[in-house]
């Protein structure tokens, strides 16, 4: 069956870095555009990043352009995310989503698009 795996959360000092990893299983992985999301307690679900299956266009939330870093690796169905200079505001649980595009360079940041979903993985900031 279909399933996306994130790790690499957990606490981390304000400034930290943390790299979290999802790991795609049970569809074509490199036929899906990835975006990543995060929900802080008491808000909404919001995009984060997002990279196309070609890995050459990606999309940046404003609040964490020069902080984030969205990679791919398709042989490994792992699509990655290396935060730095982490803030207390980046607390929250982060999931990934599969989004099936035609276009190889083209990714979307619509929550209501995306066909598969992670469970998520918590990310806490704070000292």
């Known amino acids: 069956q279909v399933q996306l795996v994130e790790s690499g959360g957990g606490l981390v000092q304000p400034g930290g870095s943390l790299r979290l990893s999802c790991v795609g299983s049970?569809?074509?992985?490199?036929?899906?555009?990835m975006t990543w999301f995060r929900q802080a307690p008491g808000k909404e679900r919001e995009g984060v990043s997002c990279i196309s299956r070609s890995g050459r266009t990606t999309w940046y939330q404003d609040s964490v352009k020069g902080r984030i870093t969205i990679s791919r690796d398709n042989a490994k169905k792992t699509v990655y995310l290396q935060m730095n200079s982490l803030k207390p505001e980046d607390t929250a649980v982060y999931y990934c989503a599969a989004d099936w595009r035609p276009d190889a360079h083209d990714c979307r940041r619509d929550a209501g698009v995306m066909g598969y979903w992670g469970v998520g993985t918590l990310v806490t900031v704070s000292s």
């Open positions: 049970g569809f074509l992985f490199d036929w899906h555009a």
